[in-house]
């Protein structure tokens, strides 16, 4: 549970980085669109990494949600050890955890590196952020 709080403070330390950066509500709205959307769609959820070009398959390392959602995937999958196949035409049959996250392109001993990977991610954002507002802070007046 502790992992999943990590990855939603995670991403409200690049909310203040754009915060602390742009001026404008709209101006960090519009730079954070791209990074959203590509960093969504190459995150596992919507696109399976597995069928990835290689010219296209480094996109997923600078995306947070694809640690994460690597990380929950790992965690929800990892424990189990057997699922019952129905017997059907057109459907295959996985047996295991293990072989859901292979099929999705995830891989359990991706875990830990997910993880400084996100506390990287979380540490560089958050010194941006604060970079920003001690550059911004620096040309007003206090009262």
Request: one cysteine or more.
């Amino acid at each position: 549970m502790a992992i999943i709080k990590f990855f939603y403070y995670k991403k409200l330390k690049m909310g203040s980085f754009l915060s602390a950066t742009f001026d404008k509500l709209e101006t960090a709205a519009l730079f954070s669109v791209p990074f959203d959307l590509i960093g969504i769609m190459f995150s596992g959820i919507y696109l399976n990494l597995n069928s990835v070009s290689k010219y296209l398959s480094w996109v997923h390392y600078i995306s947070s949600f694809y640690y994460g959602t690597e990380s929950v995937s790992i965690l929800q999958w990892d424990s189990i050890s057997e699922i019952k196949c129905v017997n059907a035409p057109g459907i295959p049959c996985i047996k295991t955890g293990t072989e859901v996250l292979r099929r999705y392109g995830y891989s359990e001993e991706h875990f830990w590196r997910n993880c400084i990977g996100l506390a990287a991610m979380y540490l560089t954002y958050h010194f941006i952020a604060f970079t920003m507002v001690i550059r911004r802070s620096r040309g007003t007046p206090v009262y």
